[in-house]
C-alpha cells in the first residue's frame, strides 16, 4: 500500500513538472532593469505560507526577509537595494507553478530563491530551469531533485536527503553491542524529502545489523497515528526513526506519549529543528533525548551567524529556527554568485560560478556537484534539558551525546 501510494505521489510531480515547462514564460532577462539601473533588484519567490507546510514556509519568510535587511543596510547588492517578491503556494503543487510563472512573466523579477519541501521545489524548480534562471533552494533535498540534469539549480544546504541520517546511523552502528540497537522502525510520511532519509539510514543500519521490525509510509494527509503507533508499538523495536515534516512530527509524537509507547531511541527528521514551536507542540518534558538531522545551529561559530541570529531575535523574538537559517544562507548564496559576477543578467554566468566555488554562510561552507547537489554532511542534534544541542560531529558537537529518550524525565 506504502509503495503503490509513494508512486502515485511521484507521478504526480511528475505531470506537475511536464505543466510547468508547458506553462512557463519565456525569460529570465527581459525584466528592463539592468546592471546600471539604480531601482532596487527584484528577487521573487513562492512560499507556503498557508497550507500543510506553512510552519517551516513562514520561517523561510522570516529568514528571506533577515538576509533582504541586512544586505540593503549594508548598502545593497551590486550597490543597489534588494526587494522580496514574495507569493503563497498555500502548498500546493499547482499553485506553486503558476506563481513562478507570473514571478517571471508578469512581475519581471530579476532573480529566484526557492521554496520549501521538494514536493514544491520539484516544479518550481522546472519552471527556473526553462526560463534559464538561476535557482536557489533553501530546502528541497530529494535526491530526484538532481536527476533532471539542471543547470540552474542549486541546494543551499549541506547534504541531499539521502545522506541526511547517515552520521546518526554511522554512530549507531559503531556503538558497543550492548548499547546498540538490535531493532528498529520506520514510520515515513509519503514524501520526497522524508523518504530517502529513512531509506538511506535503513539501509546504512541494516548493513550494520539492525533488524527492520516494522515500516509504512503514510498518506501526506494523515491526522491520526494512534494505528502506526499500536503496530509499532507491538512491533516493540528498540529504535524508531520516523521521516517526518512538522505537523506529522508533532502528531506523531503526541501519539506515541498516549499509547505508552517510548523506545530506546528516537530520530525523527525536520520537526525537532523547529524549536521551541516543537517544544510546545510536544511538551518541553517530551523532548529530552530525541535526536534528529539539522544543517544550523544557532552557537555556531560560523561567518555571520552571530549577527543573523541577533537580527532575527530583534526582529522576531527568540532563536531562528533551522527554516529561517536555511533561507538566510540560500540568500548568502545567491548573494555571493551576483557579487562574484558582477552582474545580474548573465544567469548562466551565475550557475557556472556556484559549480566552481565554495560558498562561506551561516550553515558553514557549502559548495556543489554539477547537479546542484551539495557535497558536504549534515548536523546531529539532540534535545537535552529542553535545548537542542549539537552531538556529531564531535568537531562540531556544542554537547556530549546523552543516551536514550527518556520523556516525562529529563531537565
Known amino acids: 500500500m506504502s509503495h503503490v501510494s509513494r508512486r502515485r505521489g511521484l507521478s504526480a510531480l511528475a505531470l506537475t513538472g511536464a505543466l510547468a515547462f508547458g506553462f512557463a514564460a519565456c525569460g529570465g532577462d527581459d525584466s528592463g532593469s539592468g546592471d546600471d539601473d539604480d531601482s532596487p533588484i527584484s528577487i521573487g519567490t513562492s512560499l507556503p505560507l498557508t497550507g500543510e507546510f506553512s510552519q517551516p514556509g513562514q520561517a523561510a519568510e522570516q529568514g528571506y526577509k533577515i538576509w533582504q535587511d541586512m544586505v540593503n543596510d549594508g548598502g545593497g547588492l551590486l550597490g543597489r537595494d534588494v526587494e522580496l517578491v514574495v507569493k503563497d503556494d498555500a502548498s500546493n503543487q499547482n499553485t506553486i507553478v503558476a506563481d513562478y510563472n507570473a514571478l517571471i512573466g508578469q512581475d519581471k523579477v530579476d532573480l529566484l530563491l526557492g521554496t520549501f519541501s521538494s514536493l514544491l521545489n520539484l516544479p518550481a524548480s522546472a519552471v527556473a530551469e526553462k526560463n534559464q534562471m538561476l535557482y536557489v533552494e533553501p530546502a528541497g533535498g530529494s535526491p530526484e531533485m538532481f536527476s533532471r540534469g539542471f543547470q540552474y539549480l542549486f541546494f543551499a544546504q549541506q547534504a541531499t536527503a539521502d545522506r541526511q541520517g547517515l552520521v546518526f546511523a554511522d554512530w549507531v552502528a559503531n556503538l558497543p553491542e550492548d548499547q546498540r540497537p538490535k531493532t528498529a522502525a520506520y514510520p515515513t510520511l509519503d514524501d520526497p524529502f522524508a523518504s530517502p532519509v529513512v531509506e538511506g539510514a535503513k539501509a546504512a543500519l541494516e548493513e550494520a545489523g539492525v533488524e527492520t521490525v516494522y515500516e509504512e509510509t503514510y498518506a501526506i494527509d494523515t491526522k491520526n497515528f494512534d494505528t502506526i503507533v499500536s503496530a509499532m508499538k507491538n512491533a516493540n523495536p528498540d529504535l524508531v526513526f520516523h521521516g517526518a ?97 558582477g552582474s545580474i543578467d548573465d544567469q548562466e554566468a551565475l550557475a557556472d560560478w556556484l559549480r566552481e566555488n565554495e560558498v562561506e554562510t551561516i550553515l558553514g561552507p557549502l559548495s556543489w556537484e554539477d547537479t546542484g547537489a551539495p557535497t558536504g554532511e549534515f548536523l546531529i542534534g539532540q534535545w537535552q534539558g529542553g535545548k537542542a544541542e549539537i552531538v556529531l560531529p564531535e568537531d562540531a558537537s556544542t554537547a556530549e551525546i546523552k543516551p536514550g529518550w527518556t520523556p516525562g524525565g529529563a531537565g
Open 245 to 341: 515534516q512538522f505537523e506529522d512530527g508533532i502528531g506523531m509524537t503526541r501519539s506515541m506519549l498516549k499509547a505508552d509507547f517510548t523506545p530506546d531511541m528516537f530520530f525523527e527528521t525536520n520537526a525537532p529543528s523547529f524549536g521551541d514551536q516543537y517544544s510546545e507542540g510536544v511538551g518541553a518534558d517530551n523532548t529530552e533525548g530525541v535526536f534528529f538531522a539539522v544543517s544550523h545551529s544557532p552557537d555556531a561559530d560560523t561567518p555571520g551567524n552571530a549577527e543573523f541570529v541577533q537580527a532575527y531575535e530583534d526582529e522576531f523574538g527568540g532563536l531562528p529556527p533551522e527554516d529561517a537559517a536555511d533561507a538566510y544562507a540560500a540568500g548568502q548564496v545567491l548573494q555571493a554568485a551576483v557579487e562574484a559576477v
